[in-house]
């Protein structure tokens, strides 16, 4: 007697909660993927003009400002010849790192909170990638001869230096932009496909090209499916690749503090730590702006909460075993990195570091209550991004201020046009994600369809279970 | 005997240097070393290839000045060389020294951040030789553009004079004809510049002399450049 009402409450509980097991018609969730992308308020149109501006300044403005006269205008100095440029560079090939992180591991793995949050964090590889690629330019003093160090035949029989890391690091990134680019683009045919199918006018002729053709076809889903697969596979090891080279630019060197051999895994914990966190942020503001309360549940906050506890222990495992080894080396020079950051001018950035990466985390992502509150999260992930960024930025402008010759060291601060041009290159993302979540469906409408065919409730004696069957 | 055809060695006895820094500024004068103006020069974007680098010790009144003129070592394992993604420095077969090729340098600064001995100066602005320093170029010595790296190049200018000179006299460069600017300067001969290949060199006798060392020897990177050092002599 009892058993009837409680299974009725229990599966309404399981509805409440997971997206999975709370399927609603293909067409509703297309109609409400629709809806997202082709709504536009006065708001949105102010996003976009004050993006663009700011973009318009820093990119053209500053930027062109710094390649007329020189890096001079920059707040770089002898022998801190790396500043803010190249901690913009790390800090957004961290970020690049959500998108692989959380789709390709997570697909591979076949963790099912993935489905909805897979398009928007792939997206933001491609357009994070994109940023980042711009800073290697603008921190060269001769951008204008940038292409040199491309590998192209030319009668002076000149060639670049393989033995570089910064070649490594430009070979690395090409290939992660080529491969996250088409690894964006795979799972998206279905969805361009539906997209065709209920536009008209500008956006059909957009996505008729896009979509391929597609027809969903027995034989088109299964190479899909098979294409999605190897692509998943293959850039997780390309993913690990770019940053551990990235973290090469600095390791391979002999400058205190940065010739390490941790660094390489230290900085793909730190990127996929930084990145997550970007997911978390990323989604929770589409989930308000774009009205996506459907898809995007407590659910998926508490699985991204979780990852992002699990990613601060191990960074901080890294960042301990680098900081101890520093300290137990002894060397005159390496102590002085350490005091500079507990004493020196940078030492308020380094406790702030200290805070929002391991004691902000550590004392709130075990709650269930926290991980799944939108506002708690948020400002929590920002607050790790911010915490990653000060990391990167002790690692390439604070170090170099120490040396091995104490006359000279010096002193950074950045110039307002590395501020500038730094507000440029995050409103460049911005607006590229501004601009593409009205263009692109921003939910996999397929993935999480498939996600709910393979999802049952099945009743055990007195108790509702969910279960999931393999459709492959 | 090295691989070099010559093994360009300085020799900076610190026993006799007094730290007047005529080096410093013939230096500047003979290889078109722009002037900065005293802005930059606070910033710390100075330009100079060679530098007197001066270390108080102990506190007042038993203080002590150090110092010490430090240039490019020309390390035969130079940590410049393999970070350069355009090959724009690299170790010439020749002269066995670290050479830095003007026009191939798109600004990295990858080098100067490898380099231990901080010697290497980067262009922040397009050179300003305002009047009368325009008069004094030296005709010798590229003039450099914004956006690329410079560095000491042992008066690269003057060992290729000499050898041109020798080679159309048919005979090998003697000891002592190669002076780079800094040597020539310096009032106390504490600076000398010869090759490291020839046994009979000055340099090669000086370079047994028990009194010296290299910088950062530790370090590996093997300098071209030997400090000798006995006593407290240098000390004021």
């Known amino acids: 007697m009892l058993s009837e009402k409680t299974a009725v409450t229990q599966s309404e509980n399981y509805w409440r909660k997971h997206l999975m097991l709370d399927p609603r018609p293909v067409r509703e969730m297309n109609q409400m993927i629709l809806t997202a992308m082709t709504t536009v308020n006065k708001r949105y149109w102010i996003t976009v003009t004050t993006l663009t501006l700011f973009v318009t300044i820093g990119l053209i403005g500053a930027w062109g400002y710094q390649i007329f006269n020189g890096m001079g205008v920059a707040g770089i100095r002898r022998p801190v010849y790396w500043g803010v440029y190249i901690t913009n560079f790390v800090f957004w090939i961290g970020i690049s790192h959500s998108g692989t992180f959380v789709s390709a591991i997570l697909r591979v793995f076949k963790a099912e909170f993935r489905r909805p949050i897979t398009r928007a964090s792939e997206l933001m590889t491609t357009f994070a990638l994109t940023v980042a690629g711009l800073y290697p330019l603008i921190h060269l003093g001769r951008t204008w001869r940038f292409y040199w160090m491309i590998p192209y035949p030319n ?176 060397e005159a020079v390496g102590k002085e990195l350490l005091t500079l950051q507990a004493r020196g001018p940078i030492a308020p950035l380094w406790y702030i570091m200290l805070i929002t990466n391991i004691l902000v985390p550590w004392l709130t992502l075990w709650n269930r209550k926290i991980r799944t509150s939108p506002k708690a999260l948020l400002v929590i992930t920002l607050g790790v991004n911010i915490g990653m960024y000060i990391e990167r930025y002790i690692i390439v402008a604070g170090f170099l201020t120490r040396n091995r010759l104490p006359f000279d060291w010096g002193a950074y601060t950045p110039s307002i046009v590395e501020i500038l041009i730094s507000i440029g290159s995050l409103s460049t993302f911005l607006l590229l994600y501004v601009l593409a979540s009205r263009l692109i469906p921003l939910i996999p409408v397929w993935e999480v369809h498939e996600g709910q065919i393979s999802h049952t409730l099945r009743r055990v004696g007195q108790a509702l279970l969910p279960s999931v069957s393999e459709l492959e | 005997m090295s691989k070099y ?16 820094q005529a080096c410093v500024i013939a230096c500047q004068a003979e290889n078109n070393i722009p002037v900065v103006g005293e802005d930059e020069i606070r910033k710390g974007r100075g ?86 320093l325009n008069e004094q170029l030296n005709p010798d010595v590229t003039v450099r553009q914004r956006g690329i790296m410079e560095k000491c190049t042992f008066c690269i200018q003057r060992i290729r004079r000499a050898r041109e000179t020798a080679e159309a006299e048919g005979r090998s460069i003697r000891d002592g004809e190669v002076q780079p600017a800094c040597g020539q300067a310096c009032p106390t001969n504490a600076i000398i510049f010869g090759d490291l290949n020839d046994p009979n060199s000055q340099v090669s006798r000086l370079a047994a002399n028990r009194r010296g060392f290299r910088l950062l020897e530790e370090l590996g990177t093997e300098p071209a450049v030997i400090y000798l050092k006995g006593g407290e002599s240098n000390v004021i």
């Not at chain 1, 430009?170 to 690894?183: H, K, N, Q, R, V």
């Not at chain 1, 990145?275 to 508490?302: C, N, P, W």
């Not at chain 2, 055809?5 to 007047?20: N, Q, R, S």
């Open chain 1, 155 to 330: 009668q002076r029989q000149l060639w670049p230096n393989f033995h570089s890391p910064l070649m490594w690091d430009m070979l690395a990134i090409f290939t992660y932009l080529i491969g996250s680019t088409l690894y964006l683009y795979l799972p998206l045919i279905p969805d361009f496909a539906m997209a065709r199918d209920r536009t008209t006018g500008w956006r059909h002729r957009i996505y008729r090209i896009l979509a391929l053709g597609w027809r969903g076809s027995e034989s088109e889903w299964h190479h899909l499916k098979q294409a999605i697969t190897i692509f998943a596979f293959a850039i997780i090891p390309v993913m690990f690749s770019v940053h551990t080279i990235v973290a090469w630019d600095f390791g391979m060197t002999m400058v205190p503090g940065w010739h390490s051999s941790i660094f390489g895994p230290y900085f793909v914990v730190g990127a996929i730590f930084s990145g997550v966190s970007a997911v978390a942020t990323v989604l929770i503001i589409l989930r308000k702006t774009m009205q996506l309360d459907y898809f995007l549940r407590e659910e998926h906050f508490d699985a991204i909460g979780k990852l992002v506890l699990v990613f601060s222990f191990a960074w901080t495992y890294f960042f301990f075993a680098d900081y101890l080894t520093e300290w137990y080396g002894g």
């Open chain 2, 5 to 20: 055809e010559h093994h360009w060695t300085m020799i900076v006895d610190l026993d006799k240097c007094t730290g007047c």
């Open chain 2, 47 to 132: 330009m100079q290839w060679l530098r007197i680098e001066r270390y108080w010790e102990g506190e007042y009144p038993n203080i002590r000045a150090r110092f010490i003129p430090l240039m490019c070592q020309q390390c035969e394992n130079a940590p410049c060389e393999p970070v350069c993604p355009v090959f724009a420095t690299y170790h010439s077969e020749v002269d066995g020294i670290n050479v830095q090729v003007y026009n191939r340098c798109i600004g990295t600064r990858y080098c100067a951040n490898n380099c231990p001995y901080i010697a290497r100066m980067f262009n922040w602005f397009d050179p300003q030789f305002p009047e009368p």
